[in-house]
């Protein structure tokens, strides 16, 4: 069972544009959710993370937003750039257990110039 | 700062033979480290959790024999693919984890089984 849902798969975005990656989750528990941002061959990169107390968070170009009572978070990308052509992954995690993460399935992002 | 550097960065060897890779946080203590394994195009899986001087945590379905792990220090873990075979083959990612919730990756190894 998928504790954490993530889609769409695959997204194709023009230059300029927003990308939006959403995520949803099932355990209530969870009380930290990481965004990674993964180029081929490369280890995942923290790109950015928000707690459910805040439901909006941004760094630059990118912005989380938390819906706790859904139970879903999104990843939006603006003026998004070919540079950001990448898989990302959302996570979530909660205390205890060493914190490891549960992980999306991934969402693999083409900007087109 | 919150580096985390792996070594090799690839490795080809042949099949029944053993294969060590490290990962060291280069500026911070890891409280714990996490061992993944990926498949192209797919997900990380957690394969262990390991905590500095402590037995590692295996996820369900690992090999506890066949991936070994040691977690000798608080900035180096060590992950030993005994008797390697071919369907062993993947990219090994590292992660560490200080006094914070972030997990910091490491750039990853290929491992080749012929």
């Known amino acids: 069972q998928q504790q954490v849902k993530q889609s769409p798969q695959s997204l194709i975005v023009q230059k300029g544009g927003i990308s939006i990656i959403n995520c949803a989750y099932e355990?209530?528990?969870?009380?930290?959710f990481p965004w990674y941002q993964q180029f081929p061959g490369k280890g995942p990169a923290l790109l950015i993370a928000i707690r459910p107390d805040v439901s909006e968070k941004k760094e630059g170009r990118f912005t989380i937003s938390f819906n706790k009572s859904a139970k879903q978070f999104s990843l939006h990308i603006m003026d998004s750039q070919p540079g950001d052509s990448a898989t990302y992954f959302c996570a979530a995690g909660r205390g205890g257990n060493n914190r490891k993460l549960i992980w999306g399935l991934g969402t693999s992002l083409a900007v087109n110039p | 700062g919150a580096v985390v550097s792996q070594h090799p960065s690839r490795v080809i060897c042949k099949s029944g033979t053993s294969v060590k890779i490290e990962c060291r946080s280069l500026d911070f203590q890891a409280t714990t480290m996490f061992w993944y394994r990926q498949f192209p195009k797919k997900s990380l899986m957690l394969m262990a959790t390991s905590n500095e001087g402590s037995k590692a945590t295996y996820e369900q379905g690992v090999e506890k024999d066949k991936f070994l792990i040691n977690h000798a220090s608080l900035t180096l873990s060590t992950l030993t693919v005994t008797s390697a075979h071919p369907e062993d083959s993947s990219f090994y990612i590292c992660?560490?984890?200080?006094?914070?919730?972030?997990?910091?990756f490491g750039p990853g190894t290929r491992l080749l089984v012929l």
């Open positions: 355990n209530t528990a969870f009380d930290y």
């Open positions: 992660s560490a984890r200080g006094g914070f919730e972030t997990q910091y």
